[in-house]
C-alpha cells in the first residue's frame, strides 16, 4: 500500500517478522486523462533512519522527513 507524504511523494513500508523497511515513490507527472497516478521507484529498500536521511538530503527545507516519521510510527 502505498501512504502519501505528499502530492508528489509516498512511501511503502515491507515488513517480516525480523525487519521493517521502506521504499520511496514519486509521481510520474500528471495527465488530465488519467484516473490513476503513476508513480515512479526512486529508492531501494532502507530502514526508518536511512529513508529520514534520504529525504532530509532530498528535500530540504519540507517537511517530508517529518512526514514521514509521523507515517513510520504507526
Known sequence: M???LSDNICVSRYQDTHTEQWVCYEQLGKVASQKRQIWKKVTGFMTVGGMQVWLD?????SDMAGAFLKVSAC
Do not use: D, K, M, V
Not at 538530503?57 to 527545507?61: A, L, Q
Open 2 to 4: 502505498l501512504i502519501n
Open 57 to 61: 538530503e532530498r528535500y530540504p527545507g
